[in-house]
Protein backbone atom coordinates (compact mmCIF):
# COMPACT_ATOMS: atom_id res chain seq x y z
CA UNK A 1 0.00 0.00 0.00
CA UNK A 2 1.05 3.06 -0.82
CA UNK A 3 1.85 5.56 1.96
CA UNK A 4 1.05 8.42 0.21
CA UNK A 5 -2.30 6.82 -0.60
CA UNK A 6 -3.47 6.26 2.85
CA UNK A 7 -2.82 9.78 4.21
CA UNK A 8 -5.56 12.77 4.81
CA UNK A 9 -8.00 9.37 4.04
CA UNK A 10 -10.60 9.19 6.75
CA UNK A 11 -10.98 5.48 5.90
CA UNK A 12 -7.60 4.33 6.23
CA UNK A 13 -7.43 6.36 9.70
CA UNK A 14 -10.28 4.52 10.90
CA UNK A 15 -9.61 0.86 12.18
CA UNK A 16 -11.33 -1.08 9.02
CA UNK A 17 -8.90 0.50 6.71
CA UNK A 18 -5.78 0.49 8.99
CA UNK A 19 -6.46 -3.34 9.22
CA UNK A 20 -6.91 -4.08 5.72
CA UNK A 21 -3.95 -2.06 4.79
CA UNK A 22 -1.65 -3.97 7.08
CA UNK A 23 -3.19 -7.35 6.56
CA UNK A 24 -4.17 -7.55 10.40
CA UNK A 25 -4.78 -11.28 11.79
CA UNK A 26 -6.66 -12.72 14.42
CA UNK A 27 -5.25 -14.40 17.14
CA UNK A 28 -5.34 -18.03 15.15
CA UNK A 29 -3.23 -16.09 12.65
CA UNK A 30 -6.39 -15.84 10.03
CA UNK A 31 -6.77 -12.45 8.15
CA UNK A 32 -10.08 -10.93 9.48
CA UNK A 33 -12.68 -10.99 6.77
CA UNK A 34 -15.96 -9.92 6.85
CA UNK A 35 -17.79 -12.32 4.57
CA UNK A 36 -18.92 -13.72 7.57
CA UNK A 37 -18.97 -10.78 9.73
CA UNK A 38 -20.80 -8.26 7.51
CA UNK A 39 -22.47 -6.34 10.44
CA UNK A 40 -18.59 -6.07 12.22
CA UNK A 41 -18.00 -3.36 9.34
CA UNK A 42 -20.14 -0.69 10.31
CA UNK A 43 -18.82 -1.23 14.04
CA UNK A 44 -14.95 -1.10 13.29
CA UNK A 45 -15.59 1.97 11.60
CA UNK A 46 -18.09 3.63 14.58
CA UNK A 47 -16.08 6.59 16.12
CA UNK A 48 -18.86 7.71 18.10
CA UNK A 49 -18.01 9.04 22.26
CA UNK A 50 -20.84 6.19 23.33
CA UNK A 51 -21.18 3.25 21.99
CA UNK A 52 -23.27 0.27 23.18
CA UNK A 53 -23.68 -3.50 21.85
CA UNK A 54 -25.85 -5.90 22.86
CA UNK A 55 -24.95 -8.96 21.71
CA UNK A 56 -24.94 -12.73 21.92
CA UNK A 57 -22.12 -14.73 22.59
CA UNK A 58 -19.30 -15.56 20.41
CA UNK A 59 -19.49 -12.82 17.21
CA UNK A 60 -16.23 -11.55 17.08
CA UNK A 61 -16.66 -8.55 19.16
CA UNK A 62 -13.48 -9.03 21.26
CA UNK A 63 -11.37 -9.42 18.57
CA UNK A 64 -12.72 -5.96 16.85
CA UNK A 65 -12.31 -3.84 20.46
CA UNK A 66 -8.97 -5.12 20.62
CA UNK A 67 -8.10 -3.60 16.87
CA UNK A 68 -10.14 -0.44 17.33
CA UNK A 69 -7.80 -0.03 20.60
CA UNK A 70 -4.81 -0.60 19.12
CA UNK A 71 -5.17 1.97 16.31
CA UNK A 72 -6.71 4.65 18.46
CA UNK A 73 -4.07 4.50 21.12
CA UNK A 74 -1.54 4.97 18.19
CA UNK A 75 -3.01 6.67 15.55
CA UNK A 76 -5.38 8.60 18.04
CA UNK A 77 -3.30 8.25 20.35
CA UNK A 78 -6.03 7.90 23.10
CA UNK A 79 -5.30 6.59 26.17
CA UNK A 80 -7.80 3.58 26.95
CA UNK A 81 -8.87 1.67 30.31
CA UNK A 82 -10.58 -2.07 29.16
CA UNK A 83 -12.48 -3.61 31.19
CA UNK A 84 -13.36 -6.91 32.39
CA UNK A 85 -15.31 -9.14 35.36
CA UNK A 86 -12.21 -10.37 36.89
CA UNK A 87 -9.11 -10.66 36.78
CA UNK A 88 -8.36 -13.88 35.87
CA UNK A 89 -10.86 -12.78 32.71
CA UNK A 90 -7.96 -9.97 32.12
CA UNK A 91 -5.21 -12.52 32.40
CA UNK A 92 -7.14 -14.85 29.80
CA UNK A 93 -8.52 -12.19 27.47
CA UNK A 94 -4.59 -10.46 27.69
CA UNK A 95 -2.84 -13.53 27.43
CA UNK A 96 -4.98 -15.61 25.22
CA UNK A 97 -6.23 -12.80 22.99
CA UNK A 98 -4.64 -9.23 22.76
CA UNK A 99 -1.05 -11.12 23.19
CA UNK A 100 -1.62 -13.33 20.22
CA UNK A 101 -3.23 -10.92 17.56
CA UNK A 102 -0.29 -8.66 18.42
CA UNK A 103 2.18 -11.83 17.70
CA UNK A 104 0.66 -12.88 14.73
CA UNK A 105 1.01 -9.00 13.02
CA UNK A 106 4.47 -7.58 12.59
CA UNK A 107 2.98 -3.89 11.96
CA UNK A 108 1.51 -4.49 15.75
CA UNK A 109 4.97 -5.86 17.81
CA UNK A 110 6.46 -2.74 16.59
CA UNK A 111 3.79 -0.23 18.02
CA UNK A 112 3.82 -2.24 21.33
CA UNK A 113 6.68 -1.58 23.76
CA UNK A 114 6.03 -4.20 26.27
CA UNK A 115 4.44 -6.42 25.24
CA UNK A 116 4.51 -8.96 28.42
CA UNK A 117 2.41 -6.91 31.08
CA UNK A 118 -0.88 -8.36 31.57
CA UNK A 119 -1.95 -4.91 33.11
CA UNK A 120 -0.93 -2.27 30.52
CA UNK A 121 0.69 -2.16 27.04
CA UNK A 122 1.96 0.84 25.31
CA UNK A 123 1.22 1.58 22.15
CA UNK A 124 2.86 3.93 20.60
CA UNK A 125 2.79 7.39 22.98
CA UNK A 126 -0.16 5.89 24.58
CA UNK A 127 -1.54 3.34 26.85
CA UNK A 128 -3.98 0.86 27.22
CA UNK A 129 -4.73 -0.37 30.93
CA UNK A 130 -6.42 -3.94 31.61
CA UNK A 131 -8.99 -4.22 34.88
CA UNK A 132 -11.05 -6.63 36.43
CA UNK A 133 -14.07 -4.89 38.49
CA UNK A 134 -14.37 -7.80 41.22
CA UNK A 135 -11.02 -7.46 42.27
CA UNK A 136 -9.29 -6.32 46.28
CA UNK A 137 -7.43 -4.53 44.08
CA UNK A 138 -7.61 -0.57 44.25
CA UNK A 139 -9.37 1.21 41.35
CA UNK A 140 -6.84 2.47 38.50
CA UNK A 141 -5.87 6.21 39.12
CA UNK A 142 -5.03 7.22 35.70
CA UNK A 143 -7.10 8.96 33.66
CA UNK A 144 -8.45 8.12 30.10
CA UNK A 145 -9.68 8.87 26.85
CA UNK A 146 -12.07 6.05 26.90
CA UNK A 147 -13.85 3.37 28.93
CA UNK A 148 -14.42 0.03 27.46
CA UNK A 149 -15.86 -2.15 29.34
CA UNK A 150 -16.38 -5.56 28.02
CA UNK A 151 -18.54 -8.27 29.52
CA UNK A 152 -20.01 -5.79 31.43
CA UNK A 153 -23.57 -7.19 32.69
CA UNK A 154 -21.16 -9.90 34.71
CA UNK A 155 -19.03 -7.10 35.91
CA UNK A 156 -19.81 -4.77 39.25
CA UNK A 157 -21.44 -2.16 38.27
CA UNK A 158 -20.63 0.19 40.60
CA UNK A 159 -16.86 -0.09 39.97
CA UNK A 160 -17.82 0.48 36.40
CA UNK A 161 -19.34 3.78 37.28
CA UNK A 162 -16.55 4.79 39.37
CA UNK A 163 -14.36 4.67 36.34
CA UNK A 164 -16.49 7.48 34.23
CA UNK A 165 -14.34 10.16 36.79
CA UNK A 166 -11.08 8.94 34.91
CA UNK A 167 -12.55 10.52 31.61
CA UNK A 168 -12.46 14.34 33.38
CA UNK A 169 -9.77 15.51 31.66
CA UNK A 170 -10.23 14.09 28.28
CA UNK A 171 -10.97 15.45 25.43
CA UNK A 172 -12.60 12.46 24.01
CA UNK A 173 -14.45 11.19 27.01
CA UNK A 174 -15.30 7.97 25.24
CA UNK A 175 -17.43 5.24 26.80
CA UNK A 176 -18.31 1.89 25.09
CA UNK A 177 -20.04 -0.99 26.46
CA UNK A 178 -20.22 -4.42 25.07
CA UNK A 179 -21.86 -7.12 26.62
CA UNK A 180 -24.64 -10.18 26.11
CA UNK A 181 -27.40 -8.61 28.20
CA UNK A 182 -29.01 -10.10 31.84
CA UNK A 183 -31.87 -8.82 33.63
CA UNK A 184 -34.06 -6.17 31.44
CA UNK A 185 -33.42 -2.23 32.06
CA UNK A 186 -29.79 -3.31 33.62
CA UNK A 187 -25.85 -3.37 32.04
CA UNK A 188 -25.91 -3.03 28.64
CA UNK A 189 -29.83 -3.38 28.28
CA UNK A 190 -30.27 0.01 29.70
CA UNK A 191 -27.45 1.34 27.72
CA UNK A 192 -29.32 -0.14 24.80
CA UNK A 193 -32.21 1.32 25.76
CA UNK A 194 -31.05 4.95 25.66
CA UNK A 195 -29.57 4.25 22.22
CA UNK A 196 -30.39 4.71 18.98
CA UNK A 197 -31.20 0.83 18.58
CA UNK A 198 -29.52 -0.12 15.57
CA UNK A 199 -31.32 -3.44 13.85
CA UNK A 200 -29.74 -5.95 11.19
CA UNK A 201 -32.08 -5.29 8.64
CA UNK A 202 -32.39 -7.62 5.56
CA UNK A 203 -34.14 -7.34 2.66
CA UNK A 204 -35.80 -10.95 1.44
CA UNK A 205 -35.15 -11.19 -2.36
CA UNK A 206 -38.48 -12.87 -3.47
CA UNK A 207 -40.67 -10.37 -2.00
CA UNK A 208 -38.05 -7.50 -1.48
CA UNK A 209 -39.52 -7.06 1.82
CA UNK A 210 -36.84 -5.66 4.64
CA UNK A 211 -36.73 -7.16 7.83
CA UNK A 212 -35.19 -8.03 11.28
CA UNK A 213 -34.55 -11.41 11.88
CA UNK A 214 -36.59 -12.70 15.29
CA UNK A 215 -37.63 -15.44 17.08
CA UNK A 216 -40.71 -15.59 19.09
CA UNK A 217 -42.69 -19.12 18.65
CA UNK A 218 -45.79 -17.66 19.55
CA UNK A 219 -46.18 -15.27 17.11
CA UNK A 220 -45.73 -16.14 13.98
CA UNK A 221 -45.55 -12.65 12.63
CA UNK A 222 -42.18 -12.17 14.68
CA UNK A 223 -40.35 -15.32 13.77
CA UNK A 224 -37.83 -15.81 11.33
CA UNK A 225 -36.94 -19.34 11.81
CA UNK A 226 -39.30 -22.14 10.12
CA UNK A 227 -39.30 -25.27 12.91
CA UNK A 228 -41.15 -27.77 10.39
CA UNK A 229 -38.36 -27.00 7.61
CA UNK A 230 -35.47 -26.08 9.96
CA UNK A 231 -34.63 -22.43 7.48
CA UNK A 232 -34.64 -19.36 8.08
CA UNK A 233 -37.59 -17.68 6.12
CA UNK A 234 -39.45 -14.47 5.08
CA UNK A 235 -41.65 -13.26 7.69
CA UNK A 236 -43.89 -11.78 4.81
CA UNK A 237 -44.32 -14.41 2.46
CA UNK A 238 -42.47 -17.20 4.02
CA UNK A 239 -39.90 -18.09 1.34
CA UNK A 240 -36.66 -19.03 2.58
CA UNK A 241 -34.02 -16.38 3.92
CA UNK A 242 -30.58 -17.64 2.36
CA UNK A 243 -27.22 -16.86 4.33
CA UNK A 244 -26.63 -14.77 1.44
CA UNK A 245 -29.35 -12.71 2.30
CA UNK A 246 -28.45 -12.57 5.67
CA UNK A 247 -25.16 -10.89 4.64
CA UNK A 248 -26.52 -8.10 2.59
CA UNK A 249 -28.43 -6.76 5.80
CA UNK A 250 -27.65 -3.31 6.58
CA UNK A 251 -27.57 -1.58 10.13
CA UNK A 252 -30.48 0.44 10.44
CA UNK A 253 -31.78 3.10 13.52
CA UNK A 254 -34.74 2.49 15.39
CA UNK A 255 -34.22 6.64 16.93
CA UNK A 256 -32.34 9.32 15.05
CA UNK A 257 -31.81 11.48 17.97
CA UNK A 258 -29.78 9.41 20.25
CA UNK A 259 -26.44 10.26 21.47
CA UNK A 260 -25.50 7.02 21.92
CA UNK A 261 -24.56 4.66 19.12
CA UNK A 262 -26.30 0.85 20.05
CA UNK A 263 -26.07 -2.23 17.99
CA UNK A 264 -27.94 -5.53 18.26
CA UNK A 265 -26.39 -8.70 17.36
CA UNK A 266 -28.35 -11.75 17.71
CA UNK A 267 -26.79 -14.93 16.89
CA UNK A 268 -29.30 -15.28 13.88
CA UNK A 269 -27.54 -12.65 12.01
CA UNK A 270 -24.19 -14.51 12.06
CA UNK A 271 -24.35 -15.92 8.77
CA UNK A 272 -22.17 -18.98 10.19
CA UNK A 273 -24.98 -19.87 12.16
CA UNK A 274 -27.80 -22.07 10.40
CA UNK A 275 -31.16 -22.37 11.42
CA UNK A 276 -30.88 -25.38 12.50
CA UNK A 277 -27.71 -24.94 14.95
CA UNK A 278 -30.48 -22.66 16.45
CA UNK A 279 -33.11 -24.62 16.76
CA UNK A 280 -30.99 -27.40 18.36
CA UNK A 281 -30.09 -25.33 20.87
CA UNK A 282 -33.07 -24.87 21.56
CA UNK A 283 -34.67 -27.77 21.78
CA UNK A 284 -31.38 -28.79 23.81
CA UNK A 285 -32.47 -29.91 26.98
CA UNK A 286 -29.35 -28.36 29.13
CA UNK A 287 -30.00 -24.95 26.99
CA UNK A 288 -31.71 -23.00 30.31
CA UNK A 289 -34.69 -20.26 28.83
CA UNK A 290 -32.18 -17.50 30.20
CA UNK A 291 -29.27 -19.22 28.28
CA UNK A 292 -31.36 -18.82 25.23
CA UNK A 293 -32.50 -15.64 25.12
CA UNK A 294 -29.15 -14.09 26.86
CA UNK A 295 -26.37 -15.80 24.63
CA UNK A 296 -28.32 -16.77 21.85
CA UNK A 297 -30.62 -14.01 20.86
CA UNK A 298 -28.44 -11.17 22.36
CA UNK A 299 -31.90 -10.32 24.33
CA UNK A 300 -32.50 -9.66 28.32
CA UNK A 301 -34.10 -11.91 29.86
CA UNK A 302 -35.49 -12.42 33.74
CA UNK A 303 -36.72 -14.50 35.74
CA UNK A 304 -39.84 -13.35 37.85
CA UNK A 305 -37.64 -14.15 40.38
CA UNK A 306 -34.98 -11.74 39.76
CA UNK A 307 -36.92 -8.21 39.24
CA UNK A 308 -40.44 -7.03 40.34
CA UNK A 309 -41.52 -6.86 36.25
CA UNK A 310 -44.31 -4.29 35.59
CA UNK A 311 -47.38 -7.03 35.38
CA UNK A 312 -46.09 -9.02 38.14
CA UNK A 313 -46.72 -5.66 40.22
CA UNK A 314 -49.58 -4.50 38.37
CA UNK A 315 -51.68 -7.81 38.73
CA UNK A 316 -52.22 -6.28 42.77
CA UNK A 317 -53.85 -3.08 42.26
CA UNK A 318 -57.80 -3.11 43.27
CA UNK A 319 -58.08 -0.57 40.76
CA UNK A 320 -60.28 1.64 43.93
CA UNK A 321 -59.07 3.28 46.26
CA UNK A 322 -58.97 3.01 50.19
CA UNK A 323 -58.37 3.58 53.17
CA UNK A 324 -58.51 1.77 56.50
CA UNK A 325 -60.30 3.07 59.97
CA UNK A 326 -58.88 5.03 63.03
CA UNK A 327 -59.12 2.01 64.75
CA UNK A 328 -57.06 0.29 62.42
CA UNK A 329 -53.58 -0.72 62.85
CA UNK A 330 -51.33 0.72 59.60
CA UNK A 331 -48.12 -0.22 59.46
CA UNK A 332 -45.99 2.37 58.30
CA UNK A 333 -42.71 1.56 56.51
CA UNK A 334 -39.70 4.48 55.76
CA UNK A 335 -36.55 4.69 54.14
CA UNK A 336 -34.85 7.56 55.33
CA UNK A 337 -31.68 9.80 52.99
CA UNK A 338 -31.87 12.96 51.87
CA UNK A 339 -35.45 12.43 51.71
CA UNK A 340 -38.18 10.26 53.31
CA UNK A 341 -39.90 7.70 51.74
CA UNK A 342 -42.90 6.07 53.20
CA UNK A 343 -45.81 3.47 52.17
CA UNK A 344 -48.80 2.85 54.40
CA UNK A 345 -50.37 -0.24 54.48
CA UNK A 346 -52.34 -2.98 56.70
CA UNK A 347 -52.94 -6.37 56.75
CA UNK A 348 -55.84 -5.48 53.47
CA UNK A 349 -52.56 -4.30 52.03
CA UNK A 350 -51.03 -1.26 50.68
CA UNK A 351 -52.87 1.77 50.50
CA UNK A 352 -50.77 4.63 50.35
CA UNK A 353 -47.08 6.15 49.40
CA UNK A 354 -45.60 9.22 49.52
CA UNK A 355 -42.15 11.46 50.43
CA UNK A 356 -41.41 14.44 52.39
CA UNK A 357 -39.09 16.50 53.71
CA UNK A 358 -38.99 15.92 56.98
CA UNK A 359 -41.36 14.21 59.90
CA UNK A 360 -44.15 15.97 60.02
CA UNK A 361 -46.23 14.70 57.95
CA UNK A 362 -45.45 11.39 59.54
CA UNK A 363 -46.49 12.82 62.54
CA UNK A 364 -49.72 13.59 61.01
CA UNK A 365 -49.89 9.42 60.22
CA UNK A 366 -49.23 8.33 63.67
CA UNK A 367 -52.01 10.67 65.41
CA UNK A 368 -54.49 10.00 62.40
CA UNK A 369 -54.09 6.28 63.08
CA UNK A 370 -53.63 6.07 67.13
CA UNK A 371 -52.22 2.30 66.87
CA UNK A 372 -50.34 3.04 63.52
CA UNK A 373 -46.69 1.40 63.96
CA UNK A 374 -43.48 2.78 62.33
CA UNK A 375 -40.77 0.68 61.25
CA UNK A 376 -38.25 3.51 60.10
CA UNK A 377 -34.70 2.78 58.56
CA UNK A 378 -31.78 3.84 60.93
CA UNK A 379 -29.09 3.26 57.73
CA UNK A 380 -29.99 6.91 56.48
CA UNK A 381 -31.31 10.42 58.52
CA UNK A 382 -29.75 8.80 62.43
CA UNK A 383 -30.98 12.49 64.13
CA UNK A 384 -34.19 12.60 62.92
CA UNK A 385 -35.48 9.05 62.80
CA UNK A 386 -34.67 8.99 66.39
CA UNK A 387 -36.31 12.02 67.60
CA UNK A 388 -39.56 10.74 65.88
CA UNK A 389 -38.75 7.15 67.76
CA UNK A 390 -38.23 8.85 70.85
CA UNK A 391 -42.12 11.30 70.19
CA UNK A 392 -43.67 8.03 69.99
CA UNK A 393 -42.20 5.83 72.12
CA UNK A 394 -43.40 2.06 71.77
CA UNK A 395 -44.54 2.87 68.10
CA UNK A 396 -41.52 3.61 66.39
CA UNK A 397 -39.23 1.09 65.42
CA UNK A 398 -35.44 1.62 64.03
CA UNK A 399 -34.47 -1.30 61.38
CA UNK A 400 -30.84 -2.15 60.34
CA UNK A 401 -30.99 -3.88 57.11
CA UNK A 402 -28.33 -5.91 57.45
CA UNK A 403 -26.15 -7.29 54.62
CA UNK A 404 -25.13 -11.13 54.44
CA UNK A 405 -26.94 -12.50 57.34
CA UNK A 406 -26.43 -15.90 56.00
CA UNK A 407 -27.95 -19.05 58.67
CA UNK A 408 -29.15 -16.60 60.89
CA UNK A 409 -32.80 -15.09 61.50
CA UNK A 410 -34.49 -13.17 58.65
CA UNK A 411 -35.68 -10.85 61.35
CA UNK A 412 -34.28 -10.01 65.01
CA UNK A 413 -36.15 -7.43 67.43
CA UNK A 414 -34.26 -6.11 70.27
CA UNK A 415 -35.56 -6.75 73.41
CA UNK A 416 -34.46 -5.47 76.83
CA UNK A 417 -32.38 -2.25 76.06
CA UNK A 418 -32.60 -2.90 72.98
CA UNK A 419 -36.26 -2.71 72.50
CA UNK A 420 -37.14 -0.49 69.93
CA UNK A 421 -34.89 -1.94 67.55
CA UNK A 422 -34.82 -4.74 64.85
CA UNK A 423 -32.63 -5.64 61.95
CA UNK A 424 -33.45 -7.67 59.18
CA UNK A 425 -31.92 -9.58 56.26
CA UNK A 426 -31.74 -7.10 53.13
CA UNK A 427 -31.58 -9.73 50.69
CA UNK A 428 -33.96 -12.23 51.68
CA UNK A 429 -36.85 -9.60 52.60
CA UNK A 430 -36.46 -8.03 49.07
CA UNK A 431 -36.62 -11.69 47.68
CA UNK A 432 -39.56 -12.43 49.91
CA UNK A 433 -41.83 -8.96 48.92
CA UNK A 434 -40.83 -9.63 45.19
CA UNK A 435 -41.87 -13.06 45.64
CA UNK A 436 -45.42 -11.95 47.35
CA UNK A 437 -46.39 -9.32 44.68
CA UNK A 438 -45.38 -11.82 41.84
CA UNK A 439 -47.74 -14.28 43.73
CA UNK A 440 -50.58 -11.57 44.41
CA UNK A 441 -50.61 -12.01 48.28
CA UNK A 442 -50.15 -7.99 48.20
CA UNK A 443 -53.20 -5.96 47.47
CA UNK A 444 -52.31 -2.30 45.95
CA UNK A 445 -54.97 -0.02 46.80
CA UNK A 446 -55.47 2.02 43.59
CA UNK A 447 -54.95 2.38 40.03
CA UNK A 448 -51.60 2.44 38.00
CA UNK A 449 -50.90 5.93 37.65
CA UNK A 450 -51.67 6.17 41.44
CA UNK A 451 -48.89 3.63 42.49
CA UNK A 452 -46.21 4.03 38.86
CA UNK A 453 -43.84 6.18 39.97
CA UNK A 454 -43.28 3.52 43.16
CA UNK A 455 -42.67 0.59 40.79
CA UNK A 456 -40.24 2.59 38.90
CA UNK A 457 -38.18 2.30 42.64
CA UNK A 458 -38.46 -1.40 42.42
CA UNK A 459 -37.49 -1.65 38.68
CA UNK A 460 -34.35 -0.42 39.88
CA UNK A 461 -33.32 -3.20 41.77
CA UNK A 462 -31.95 -6.57 40.40
CA UNK A 463 -30.73 -9.82 41.62
CA UNK A 464 -27.08 -10.06 40.77
CA UNK A 465 -24.79 -12.67 41.07
CA UNK A 466 -21.83 -12.31 42.86
CA UNK A 467 -18.26 -13.19 41.85
CA UNK A 468 -15.76 -14.36 43.98
CA UNK A 469 -12.25 -12.02 43.19
CA UNK A 470 -10.04 -14.41 43.20
CA UNK A 471 -11.42 -17.69 41.66
CA UNK A 472 -14.68 -15.76 39.59
CA UNK A 473 -16.49 -18.54 40.66
CA UNK A 474 -20.27 -17.63 41.47
CA UNK A 475 -20.35 -16.94 45.71
CA UNK A 476 -24.03 -16.03 45.64
CA UNK A 477 -26.46 -13.10 45.39
CA UNK A 478 -26.94 -9.52 45.78
CA UNK A 479 -29.82 -7.73 45.19
CA UNK A 480 -28.43 -4.24 43.69
CA UNK A 481 -29.86 -1.10 42.79
CA UNK A 482 -29.73 0.89 39.21
CA UNK A 483 -30.92 3.58 40.51
CA UNK A 484 -33.69 5.44 43.21
CA UNK A 485 -35.10 2.55 45.14
CA UNK A 486 -36.07 4.70 48.03
CA UNK A 487 -40.47 3.34 48.16
CA UNK A 488 -39.10 -0.47 47.00
CA UNK A 489 -37.32 -0.63 50.70
CA UNK A 490 -39.72 1.59 53.17
CA UNK A 491 -42.20 -1.48 51.53
CA UNK A 492 -39.38 -4.00 53.25
CA UNK A 493 -39.74 -2.03 56.06
CA UNK A 494 -43.50 -1.99 56.13
CA UNK A 495 -42.77 -6.03 55.57
CA UNK A 496 -40.95 -6.04 58.77
CA UNK A 497 -43.52 -4.08 60.88
CA UNK A 498 -46.82 -6.67 59.00
CA UNK A 499 -44.33 -9.80 60.69
CA UNK A 500 -44.64 -8.90 63.96
CA UNK A 501 -47.42 -6.27 64.36
CA UNK A 502 -50.10 -7.97 61.47
CA UNK A 503 -49.31 -11.34 62.39
CA UNK A 504 -48.24 -11.90 59.07
CA UNK A 505 -45.53 -14.16 59.12
CA UNK A 506 -45.26 -15.59 55.29
CA UNK A 507 -48.55 -14.59 53.29
CA UNK A 508 -50.72 -11.78 53.21
CA UNK A 509 -54.27 -11.63 52.28
CA UNK A 510 -56.77 -9.89 49.86
CA UNK A 511 -59.26 -8.17 51.83
CA UNK A 512 -62.02 -10.64 53.63
CA UNK A 513 -65.99 -10.02 53.69
CA UNK A 514 -66.00 -10.96 57.70
CA UNK A 515 -65.12 -8.17 60.01
CA UNK A 516 -61.36 -8.62 61.23
CA UNK A 517 -59.93 -9.19 64.12
CA UNK A 518 -58.47 -7.16 66.61
CA UNK A 519 -54.63 -6.76 65.72
CA UNK A 520 -52.48 -8.91 67.73
CA UNK A 521 -49.02 -9.57 68.33
CA UNK A 522 -46.75 -12.35 67.33
CA UNK A 523 -44.06 -12.44 69.95
CA UNK A 524 -40.02 -13.36 69.20
CA UNK A 525 -40.36 -16.60 70.01
CA UNK A 526 -43.77 -17.07 68.20
CA UNK A 527 -46.04 -17.51 70.54
CA UNK A 528 -49.10 -15.34 70.32
CA UNK A 529 -50.73 -12.98 72.51
CA UNK A 530 -54.28 -12.58 71.56
CA UNK A 531 -57.49 -13.45 72.95
CA UNK A 532 -58.90 -16.21 70.49
CA UNK A 533 -62.21 -14.85 70.51
CA UNK A 534 -61.10 -11.82 68.64
CA UNK A 535 -58.73 -13.23 66.54
CA UNK A 536 -61.03 -16.39 64.98
CA UNK A 537 -64.21 -14.36 65.60
CA UNK A 538 -66.66 -14.93 68.42
CA UNK A 539 -67.98 -18.37 69.01
CA UNK A 540 -70.91 -17.12 67.32
CA UNK A 541 -69.15 -15.89 64.34
CA UNK A 542 -67.41 -18.90 64.47
CA UNK A 543 -70.45 -21.10 64.02
CA UNK A 544 -71.27 -18.82 60.93
CA UNK A 545 -68.34 -20.50 58.83
CA UNK A 546 -70.05 -23.32 57.02
CA UNK A 547 -68.91 -25.44 54.08
CA UNK A 548 -71.58 -25.56 51.23
CA UNK A 549 -71.85 -28.57 49.39
CA UNK A 550 -69.17 -27.62 46.41
CA UNK A 551 -66.81 -27.44 49.84
CA UNK A 552 -66.40 -23.30 49.42
CA UNK A 553 -66.93 -22.02 52.60
CA UNK A 554 -69.89 -19.85 52.82
CA UNK A 555 -69.14 -16.33 54.01
CA UNK A 556 -71.91 -14.33 55.69
CA UNK A 557 -72.25 -11.10 54.67
CA UNK A 558 -69.65 -8.80 56.24
CA UNK A 559 -71.41 -7.29 59.77
CA UNK A 560 -72.81 -4.15 59.54
CA UNK A 561 -70.14 -1.30 59.97
CA UNK A 562 -71.26 1.27 63.09
CA UNK A 563 -71.86 4.89 61.67
CA UNK A 564 -68.90 6.51 63.73
CA UNK A 565 -66.80 3.79 62.19
CA UNK A 566 -68.23 4.42 58.54
CA UNK A 567 -68.40 8.07 58.60
CA UNK A 568 -64.20 7.71 59.86
CA UNK A 569 -63.68 5.73 56.54
CA UNK A 570 -65.35 8.07 54.44
CA UNK A 571 -63.70 11.14 56.01
CA UNK A 572 -60.20 9.22 55.10
CA UNK A 573 -61.17 9.09 51.68
CA UNK A 574 -61.55 12.24 51.63
CA UNK A 575 -58.35 13.38 52.80
CA UNK A 576 -56.24 10.75 51.49
CA UNK A 577 -55.76 9.38 47.87
CA UNK A 578 -53.51 6.32 47.07
CA UNK A 579 -50.13 8.36 46.05
CA UNK A 580 -49.79 9.67 49.65
CA UNK A 581 -50.70 13.30 48.63
CA UNK A 582 -53.51 14.96 51.54
CA UNK A 583 -55.61 16.76 49.64
ZN1 LIG B 1 -40.33 -12.51 1.47
Not at 179 to 189: K, R
Not at 318 to 345: F, M, Q
Not at 528 to 552: A, H, R, T, Y
Request: hydrophobic share 35%; proline share 4%.
Amino acid sequence: MNDKATQNNPFFESSLGWLRSNDIRNEKGDAIEFDNHPFLEDIYLDDSQYLTIMKAAQVGLSTCAILKNHNDAKNKKLDIIYTLPTDQDVSVFVGGKVNRIIGNNPPMIKDVADKDSIEQKQVGNSMIYFRGTWTKKAAIMVTADRLVHDEKDSSKLDVIADYQARLQHSKFKQIHTFSHPSLPETGVHADWLKSDQKHWFIKCLWCNHWQYLSWNTEDPAEMSIDLERRIYACKNCNKEITDGMRRNGQWVKKFHDKQISGYWVPLLIAPWVSASDIIDRWKNPDTTQEFFYTKILGLPYADSSSKLLRDSFFQNLTNKAWAPSVDDRVIIGVDTGLRIDYVLGNDTGLFMHGDCDDYGTLDGYMKRWPKAIAVVDQGGDLIGARKFYERWPGRVFLCLLAGDRKGKELIKWGKGDEFGSVSADRNRLIALVVGEFRDKRIPVHGTESDWYEYWLDWNNLSKIKMLDPDTGATRGYKWVRSGRDHRALATVFWRVGMRRFAGVGALINPPRAMKRPQSYMINPDKTVSFNPDKMFGSPQQQKQLEIDEKGNLKEDKPPEQDEASKQAIEESLDHIDPSGRWK
